[in-house]
């Protein structure tokens, strides 16, 4: 079942969703585009958290060399960092 918040917007929170809502089309649509992209966002930190954790509770902490060769993995993909 739906419920209803009411959320109060500083001018700069107003420039942001109206930023949206030229995007997306309506308030409501713009917010929750929004939101559930946060949501995906931070479960893809979250789990990638999640796994640096589990490897190094396995392997040992991470160290330059792995971090230096992942660098050069993702700049090979064009990955930006």
Do not use: Y
């Not at 559930?36 to 931070?42: D, G, I, M, N, Q």
């Not at 979250?46 to 230096?68: F, P, T, V």
């Amino acid at each position: 079942m739906a419920t209803k918040t009411t959320i109060n917007f500083d001018d700069e929170m107003e420039a942001a969703l109206a930023e949206l809502v030229a995007m997306d089309g309506t308030k409501k649509l713009a917010i929750k585009r929004s939101l559930l992209a946060e949501v995906k966002r931070r479960r893809r930190s979250q789990a990638m958290l999640d796994m640096i954790a589990s490897w190094e509770a396995d392997e040992g902490l991470i160290d330059r060399d792995h971090l230096d060769w992942a660098d050069a993995v993702l700049d090979r993909q064009g990955v930006g960092r």
